[in-house]
């Protein structure tokens, strides 16, 4: 399957929507990122990394393999993109699974208890891995920032292995099992790492998009890039537009995105996962950071103070309640973003978050069933085959039919979600 420069099917067109709906009217120094305006100064920030100060031990300890520069995908170097972003400083880091790129600024805790607490946590447990890290109260630096995000995205790539029964050997060319299908490359079966760009300003992401994938998109975007890199490029000042102005929000976006390059990555199969799993997982996986975070399927306000709008238990309960809740079979043969409108995201992410949790669920039997490539299926066949495969890869995993499978899922709701 050819998945370079291959389009994320509408996946950022319908965020915008649902965030519309969602918001309320030690070393030398070196000048750090474009202003936000034209009134604020340039940061400045240590040229080389203060925590580990490139010494192999402190890397190697860490779990860091370069700060750059490096081969961000095939035929794109670190310094084309600093180029490509105006010429300004790009911190770079790459670990086992990915290469990151930031443009961070300093990060002031906004006083949101919640926040601050999980911040405070995540500096602490990365000082295991960095001992030289000395929190500065209420406040990451830009290389902090960094760190904070290497160790995230390594932690969350570690969680979908295990969530889903696998191993890097079970993609490693090496070891992989030899009667299935597992894709090509070490990286949940692409060839490469997977590449994050994450920067300070809309227009850092926007000019990646146009000078190498020669699109145009005024937010965030992922996209499969030369050589088998799936990639996400995203803002936080994208996200500030939209009420969601924490590093926090930033993080839980950053997850969920990532979290379905994982899925279309995964066997090197694009998008033969169902549409309807690959945004129930990225609901469940912004949640579970922080369900205020997650990005709006209900079509209610939202404020910085009423937390009501991330309640979605009981919406669905109401659906299920009602019997107007989508049922499994229809969705199961939706391929479009636009198909699952604001019902089916609901719906997805409570069948989704059952599913993981079910003590019975055999996980990687239901995700090998439902990852098998579609390249070869004619378009015309492929409902009758997706009712198929969800049907096996369901009685696989559960023992039951589609429809069993469904009706236990709405007793559950019944049972266990709050009516308001």
């Known amino acids: ?57 402190a890397m190697d300890k860490a779990g860091y393999e370069s700060f750059g520069p490096f081969l961000f995908a095939e035929g794109i170097k670190t310094q084309d993109v600093e180029e490509a972003l105006g010429n300004i400083q790009v911190l770079w880091l790459e670990t086992k699974h990915f290469k990151i790129g930031s443009t961070l600024r300093t990060y002031k805790y906004k006083g949101d208890p919640k926040e601050d607490k999980r911040l405070d946590e995540e500096v602490k447990h990365l000082k295991a891995r960095l001992p030289s890290v000395k929190p500065v109260k209420n406040k ?28 890097d050997a079970d993609f490693d060319p090496k070891t992989k099992p030899a009667n299935l299908a597992m894709g090509e490359g070490p990286f949940l079966g692409m060839e490469a790492k997977f590449t994050v760009l994450i920067t300070e300003k809309r227009s850092g992401t ?96 939202r404020s910085t103070t ?40 609901l719906i997805a992410w409570s069948r989704v978050a059952w599913i993981l949790e079910h003590k019975d669920a055999k996980l990687r039997d239901f995700i090998l069933g439902l990852s098998e490539s579609l390249a070869s299926v004619p378009e015309a066949d492929r409902p009758k085959v997706l009712v198929e495969r969800q049907e096996a890869a369901l009685r696989a995993a559960l023992g039951k039919s589609m429809a069993e499978t469904e009706a236990e899922w709405r007793q559950f709701v019944l049972r266990n979600y709050e009516k308001k």
């Not at 070393?27 to 920030?45: M, R």
């Not at 760190?147 to 979908?160: C, I, N, T, V, W």
């Open 306 to 345: 009423d937390d009501e709008a991330a309640r979605w238990e009981p919406r669905v309960y109401g659906l299920v309640f009602n019997k107007v809740a989508k049922p499994w079979k229809e969705m199961a043969v939706w391929t479009k973003w636009d198909d699952l409108k604001a019902q089916g995201h």
């Open 140 to 167: 990451l630096d830009p290389w902090l920032r960094l760190h904070l995000y290497a160790q995230r995205l390594e932690e969350h790539y570690a969680d979908f292995l295990q969530r889903f029964g696998f191993t």
């Open 1 to 57: 399957m050819n998945v370079r420069f291959q389009r994320d099917g509408g996946r950022f067109a319908l965020l915008v929507l649902f965030l519309s709906l969602a918001v309320v009217q030690a070393g030398a120094v070196a000048p750090c990122f474009q202003s936000q305006a034209s009134t604020d100064k340039d940061e400045v920030f240590e040229k080389v990394d203060p925590y580990t100060k490139g010494a192999s031990e």
């Open 206 to 301: 926007a000019r990646f998009l146009k000078r190498f994938l020669n699109t145009e998109t005024p937010s965030w975007q992922r996209w499969f890039l030369p050589g088998g890199s799936a990639f996400l490029g995203i803002s936080m000042e994208a996200l500030k537009e939209y009420n969601y102005d924490s590093d926090l929000a930033l993080w839980a976006t950053t997850a969920s995105e990532t979290s379905m390059n994982f899925l279309e990555a995964l066997r090197k199969t694009g998008h033969s996962i169902p549409i309807w799993f690959r945004a129930g997982y990225a609901h469940v996986t912004s949640r579970n950071i922080d369900e205020r975070f997650a990005l709006s399927a209900v079509g209610t306000t």
